[in-house]
């Protein structure tokens, strides 16, 4: 038998970040390879075609030169149709959960190969990649045609942010047509996968 634990809220949030390789639950994922994300068929659930959600992340590195950084990432679908209709049908190569290992060697080109200081001050050597403002999950192939600088991974999360309530991009959007520059307004959450 082996016990996972249990998660807790950390003491510094700056320890979720990527550059510190946490185990988490929920949130957005904290890339191991900011750049080489999984995309197309490997982030959407196989029943329903809609994005995975994340559920949690687990840094597991090994005794080896080229596992030096590892960590499992395990994503599924929200809806409960989909996780019932894979139980029952196991022997399918079909999937609503799906579990990512991301593994890099001790020098790569996205972190030092030193420890990571203990005060926050820590950054990555590289930025990653454009996520999805909606989700902070999976890549932002997709932009926004009117501003032309929010991301989206699909388009049921262009949907949701432009239908979402007090800050909805649909006022947003209109903000940033009419000021005609990014640095007087900010994106929200559109820093997902830089830290």
Not at 24 to 29: D, E, F, I, L, V
Not at 105 to 127: C, H, I, K, M, W
Not at 141 to 170: E, M
Request: glycine residues 6%; contains cysteine; aromatic residues 12%.
């Amino acid at each position: 038998m082996m016990s996972l634990g249990f998660p807790e809220k950390p003491k510094n949030p700056w320890s979720l970040r990527r550059q510190y390789f946490p185990s988490k639950a929920g949130g957005s994922p904290a890339w191991l390879d900011p750049i080489n994300l999984p995309s197309g068929k490997w982030s959407v659930c196989d029943f329903c075609g809609e994005p995975l959600q994340f559920l949690l992340q687990v840094y597991a590195p090994l005794d080896d030169e080229s596992t030096f950084h590892r960590t499992l990432f395990v994503f599924m679908c929200p809806s409960m149709a989909c996780l019932l209709r894979w139980k029952r049908h196991p022997e399918t190569q079909l999937r609503s959960v799906k579990v990512f290992r991301c593994q890099l060697p001790r020098v790569n080109s996205f972190y030092s190969s030193d420890a990571p200081s203990e005060d926050g001050s820590q950054q990555p050597l590289t930025s990653g990649a454009m996520l999805c403002n909606w989700c902070g999950t999976w890549k932002g192939d997709k932009i926004c045609s009117s501003c032309k600088r929010t991301r989206y991974c699909s388009g049921k999360h262009q949907v949701a942010h432009w239908r979402f309530g007090k800050s909805s991009h649909k006022d947003l959007c209109r903000q940033l047509e009419t000021c005609g520059t990014e640095s007087e307004f900010e994106v929200p959450n559109s820093n997902f996968g830089y830290q």
